[in-house]
């Protein structure tokens, strides 16, 4: 039976949330199309995910199980989404706006040679469909038409909110072997970096502190450490920050780097650059602290604070301890 097919990334078993805000936004394109919702998930522990899946409201999750797909191997797993293609013939594919996400429908998109509709934050089905997307990391949208047998899109991060069914929803849980060859795991992960135990995930933090050129060194962000610490957030930087090699890529915000939507973000020293503010657009509060009142950042920021930054954040920090008496 056709559907609209999801691709759903997941940790154990544990949907990512960008996974489950392109389920929501399927499951709102399968209601106007009167199609079944389906997910695609990879690896045998996906199974697990299918009571979390049955609450947003997937009627079947198809689990993709060969050895061969763990570690990511992002052809092997594009392979996988085009065995369950070949053999279900969906009317949509949705993919999260993640990185893997993205890559996952590029390389589907480019074995089916369809089209791909990216960052989309709309679409009215139709034919051709019409989707509105983000381009330019976010600065423009974009309505544009698809046209093609298979719709694949991926969904912005962010631009929408996760929300369970409404109606109580059991998901059937079907295994199967995708067919891959050898070429599909030419490319395929190495090794990990794990984060440090109890660390706060970019992508998910409340609370960023970020920290730019201004911050002046890599010593310079144990204040920012430590206002991130006191909020239960985590820090960000800008790239120079990562050019200079004060931080690791991994703690980049921006075009180029992870996309953050927390309720605050505190920007100390960055000057708001396009290709950070479009990684921080996300963010519902945003408080800057700048030497420099022109900067670009201080007319985006609710709250701007012109001054240094190292000086500013101690004192805050010391306020936050006085009035906790720590
Ligand atoms: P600067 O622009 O140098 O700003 C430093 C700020 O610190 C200034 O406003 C200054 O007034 C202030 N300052 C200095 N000293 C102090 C102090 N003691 N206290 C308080 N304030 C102080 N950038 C990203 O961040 N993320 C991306 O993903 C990204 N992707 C890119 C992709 C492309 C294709 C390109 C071309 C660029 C990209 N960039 C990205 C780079 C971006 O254009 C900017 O160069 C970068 O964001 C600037 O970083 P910054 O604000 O830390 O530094």
Redesign the pocket.
């Known amino acids: 039976m056709t559907s609209v097919l999801t691709f759903v990334e997941h940790d154990g078993g544990t949907p990512e949330k960008v996974s489950l805000e392109a389920l929501t936004f399927a499951r709102a394109l399968s209601e106007r199309m009167s199609l079944p919702l389906y997910a695609l998930v990879i690896g045998a522990d996906g199974a697990v995910a299918s009571d979390a899946l049955g609450a947003y409201g997937v009627a079947e999750v198809h689990v993709a199980t060969d050895d061969r797909l763990d570690p990511y191997a992002p052809r092997a797993w594009a392979a996988s989404a085009a065995t369950l293609m070949d053999a279900g013939a969906p009317a949509v594919v949705v993919g999260p706006g993640s990185e893997r996400g993205a890559e996952v429908m590029a390389h589907l998109a480019a074995r089916a040679g369809l089209p791909l509709a990216a960052n989309c934050t709309h679409v009215e089905p139709g034919d051709p469909f019409v989707v509105t997307r983000q381009r330019w990391g976010g600065s423009l949208l974009e309505v544009a038409e698809l046209e093609a047998p298979v719709a694949l899109l991926t969904v912005a991060p962010h631009a929408v909110q996760p929300e369970p069914a409404t109606g109580p929803g059991a998901a059937s849980c079907r295994e199967f072997r995708p067919t891959l060859d050898e070429a599909d795991l030419i490319v395929r992960v190495a090794g990990r970096l794990e984060p440090e135990r109890g660390a706060v995930s970019l992508s998910e933090a409340r609370v960023v502190v970020g920290g ?5 060194s890599a010593d310079g962000f144990a204040e920012l450490e430590e206002l991130a610490e006191l909020l239960g957030g985590t820090v960000g ?5 990562t050019s200079l090699g004060w931080r690791p890529h991994t703690d ?6 992870t996309r953050i939507a927390p309720d605050l973000y505190v920007a ?9 503010m479009v ?1 921080a657009k996300g963010a519902k509060h945003l408080l800057a ?4 009142r022109e ?1 670009p ?1 201080m007319a985006k920021a609710e709250w701007a604070v012109v ?4 000086a500013v954040v101690s004192a805050v920090n010391a306020e936050i301890r006085r009035v906790r008496g720590s």
């Open positions: 730019g050129r201004g911050v002046g930087v800008s790239r120079v920050v980049q915000v921006g075009q180029t780097g100390c020293g960055i000057s708001g650059a396009i290709q950070h990684g602290i700048n030497t420099d900067a950042i001054g240094d930054l190292h």
